[in-house]
């Protein structure tokens, strides 16, 4: 018995093609029996994400089943020259210990792809088109995905600047849910680390625009209040959190206009997220008590970091991937000798 | 038999602290767990020598500045055992397990008096005044504990560039609520156990009150400038942790006034 996986992602195809590719929930049951017609092909996992679309087969016989795959997909997609790639045993199976536990992901160390291969396999598993090989092939997938992630430091820090927003007002507040938002311009960058604290429980949001109908446009679009950027100041007690990016060409955020602000707010901490170019904040206010101050090269600086560090552990998760790779490899070999093997759970 | 449970409690908190610190380095830290486990051992064995030495003595065991060590290390273990997972400060564990080893190898090597200290006469109120005194030092500190948690993680927001630490400590509000509550905890322990002392019912120290009362205004002050909002959550964290210096540099004075006195509390 033979382990093989064929498919398409990022590395090779734009999301153009990809989607063309991509396989709804709806269209599942059809596209797996359409796959389990294949000649050789015992069992079958379909794994679309918006990265990736790749069919994981158990097969008797490789060569006609990547085939079989070829026609499906053409049948299915309607293009013949896609630049599908194919691993075999043991490939295949270092392929998708690879893939649930992030490295091959877009950003390494990602961890959306384990539970998107989650459902994938319970999809299949569903549908009855899994049995005994792919049933464990999966099962320890889910193990070396976990010991990955626990034992390296693969998925450790943010790696975007919002991700990087979040992580550290999460370490400044703890709860998110209760925290105020204030954002003083609207541009598209703190639209987006506005929505990254939003996905973290931040509920209520403020937007101050120099330009009001685009705080409102804004506020409208997030779920937030609009103010004039005359009296922003005003609403400034109660915010946690400010994320500034206006074009204004001085900086608007000094340790004199943040001083007696700062005095009304008690000693609740403030984190200024400066998107701004030029900066917003003057450098000078980090000095003061409870104000954590960061802008664009800082924010970047700690994502580029934590890219790094998971870079140097992709060493350590290979390693650990390996071992496993080996572990199933031998268990797939017993089965395949021993008498009450793989064959008779084929039969099914 | 009592030896080997403080031997065996001063190599738990080792081990635990050592882990953790072998763990982080590694990039392999898991929260809780291990750490728990060894504290929560070192606990044990310190509470069955605590155990056997109050069988020894007939009394609390806290007749004498070793002992007086121990029991301090034994509350702020409990307290950790007990405030630590509430607040989910994991690495909570970790920096108590040193500060906890590094008292009790002070108490097993320091030139103390390490024999069992049995006690004459029986004072129910001075029994309470005295457990209770260590107890509320035991959760000042916890709050120190918690206040150089605080600042390190302080330090590694303002630093803008933070280290592989700042991802497994607590966020700053989780660690100054946890620094405020112990020393709220302390104060109120620490006034219930000088109230029992007014009962005890013979004369005492001057000095060994005006410490203790000192120990308590401090802590106190701290509350009160937090309260009315005259004080940042840094400085509550500095103070915690120096006001806990203080208490801890005058223990032994206590304990020697106590003797001069000649009472052993």
Sequence with gaps: ??????????????????????????????????????????????????????????????????????????????????????????????????????????????????????????????????????????????????????????????????????????????????????????????????????????????????????????????GGMAIHFDHWENAFSDVD??????????????????????????????????????????????????????????????????????????????AMINEHVHEFVAWLRRGHRGPAGAEAAWAG | METGFLAAATGFYLIGFATTLFALGGGKFQPGRFNVLTMALGFACQTGFLWIRGQQNHSCPINSLFEVLIFLTWSMVGLYLVFGPAFRLSLLGAFTAIFVFVLQVVAIVAPLQRGPHPRSVLNPWLELHAALSIVAYGAFGMAAVAGVMYLVQEFQLKSRHPAAIFYHLPPISTLHHANERLVGLGVVVLTIGLLAGLMVGSPTNFWKWAVSLVVLVLYGGILTLQAIRRITPKRVAAASVGVFSFALITLPAIQWLSVQHGSTR
């Design chain 1, 241 to 318: 959190i400010l994320i500034s990016s206006t074009a204004a060409p001085h900086p608007i955020l000094t340790p004199q206009r943040l001083e007696p602000l700062m005095a009304l707010r008690g000693p609740r901490p403030l984190f200024i997220i400066d998107l701004a170019v030029p900066r917003d904040a003057d450098p000078a206010i980090e000095r003061m008590d409870g104000v954590y101050l960061y802008d664009m090269d800082s924010l970047q600086r700690i994502a580029g970091d934590s890219l790094a560090l998971r870079q140097k552990e992709v060493v350590r998760c290979e």
């Design chain 1, 1 to 222: 018995m033979n382990i093989v996986c064929a498919g398409i992602s990022h590395h090779v195809a734009d999301v153009a093609l990809r989607e063309k590719f991509a396989v709804s929930n709806g269209a599942l049951p059809e596209f797996l029996r359409e796959l389990r017609r294949i000649d050789g092909l015992n069992e079958a996992v379909v794994v679309s994400t918006c990265n990736r679309v790749e069919y994981y087969a158990a097969s008797i016989c490789p060569v006609r089943t990547f085939d079989g795959l070829r026609d499906v997909v053409r049948a299915h997609t309607g293009i013949a020259d896609a630049p599908m790639y194919q691993h075999d045993c043991p490939s295949s199976i270092r392929h998708l210990f690879r893939v649930a536990c992030g490295l091959d992901s877009m950003v390494v160390g990602e961890t959306e792809i384990l539970g998107q291969v989650k459902t994938a396999y319970s999809a299949a598993q569903e549908h009855g088109a899994t049995s005994r090989n792919l049933n464990r092939l999966f099962q320890q997938t889910f193990r070396v995905a976990k010991r990955v992630r626990s034992e390296t430091q693969i998925t450790r820090g943010p790696v975007s600047v919002g991700a990087v927003a979040v992580e550290l007002a999460g370490k400044i507040f703890g709860d998110l849910g209760d925290r105020k938002v204030m954002i003083l311009g609207a541009g598209e960058t703190s639209e987006r680390t506005a929505r990254s604290l939003q996905s973290r429980g931040v509920r209520s949001m403020i937007v101050s625009n120099r330009t009001f109908d685009r705080a409102a446009a804004l506020a409208k679009e997030i």
